[in-house]
């Protein structure tokens, strides 16, 4: 078992770091605060992150592959870390469509786990991940992909929450006449889902989702729907202040009475 290896928080960025471990044909697991890049010899050959629908969930909603299908190569393989090769080798799925679904889920998590290319969290040397190595991509094209991805779709809508917020439906816009596709995202909007959630419902990646999308905020058809804020209890207004000494405030409740000073009263009234 390796031990893990902590890489220290610093100013890098992760695709510095990413870079200097392709230059050194490392093996293992890069974490950042979005997901994990996983490294072979040097090359990216899987990504995960937990904003954009898995490999299963797009084999399975798209129907190319059933949910038992899935859960049986996990079961036989995972420990092994070769359940894309058991998905092959049983016959459940093509290689060719297992390695462009692959890819597909490879490079939308890698948008968000490199999109604010925050700073790294550490490195698991020799860690791999359950699915096994479909397909290596080398670390630069991985790179170049998410700079690529994040610059167009700054260009149709610069606004980046629209990535990972729920989303709403914007009342008064006409969304008549929309593209098929876009038609079909817009309905997948209901004020609860993300855009990784809305394309999973539509069995697509997670990027032409994010496409369109941002069209659809840019047209004035959805929008981020804005976390809750509690609201706090009013507090009571302080007493006001008088510049000048006064007597104490009245008690709430009345003092007790000098019963002797009653006492006395009353005998002195009887004798009169």
């Known amino acids: 078992m390796t031990t893990p290896t902590r890489v220290p928080r ?3 960025p992760a695709s510095a770091l990413l870079s200097t471990l392709a230059e050194q044909g490392a093996t293992g697991a890069l974490s950042t605060e979005s997901g994990i890049v996983y490294l072979a010899t040097g ?3 899987h990504v995960e992150s937990a904003v954009t629908p898995d490999l299963g969930d797009l084999l399975t909603h798209s129907g190319a592959l059933a949910p038992d299908g899935w859960w049986e ?6 420990r092994r870390c070769r359940v894309g090769r058991q998905l092959v080798d049983s016959g459940r799925l093509p290689v060719g469509a297992l390695e462009l679904c692959h890819l597909g889920a490879l490079f939308d998590a890698a948008y968000f786990v490199l999109a604010h290319d925050g700073p790294a969290l550490r490195f698991r040397p020799g860690a791999a991940h359950w699915l096994g190595a479909v397909r290596a ?3 630069d094209s991985v790179l170049r992909e998410s700079r690529r991805r994040r610059e167009l779709l700054h260009r ?3 606004e980046p929450a629209v990535d990972r917020a729920p989303l709403a439906r914007v009342p008064g816009p006409d969304a008549a006449d929309l593209p098929a596709r876009r038609g079909r995202t ?3 909007v209901d004020g609860v889902r993300t855009a990784a959630q809305i394309a999973t ?3 697509c ?3 032409h989702t994010l496409v369109e999308l941002r069209r659809l905020a840019a047209a004035g058809l959805v929008a981020p729907v804005a976390p809750l804020v509690p609201t706090p209890a009013p507090t009571p207004a302080p007493a006001p202040v008088s510049a000048e000494p006064g007597p104490p405030p009245r008690p709430t409740a009345p003092d007790e009475p000098d019963t002797a000073f009653l006492r006395r009263l009353l005998h002195a009234l009887e004798a009169l």
Do not use: S
Request: charged residues 15%; negative net charge; proline residues 7%.
């Open 10 to 12: 610093t100013d890098e």
């Open 43 to 45: 090359h990216v050959v």
């Open 73 to 78: 190569a996990i079961d036989q393989a995972g």
């Open 137 to 139: 991509v080398p670390v």
């Open 156 to 158: 149709i809508w610069p």
């Open 186 to 188: 817009l309905a997948q």
């Open 201 to 203: 419902a539509l069995a």
């Open 205 to 207: 990646r997670t990027f």
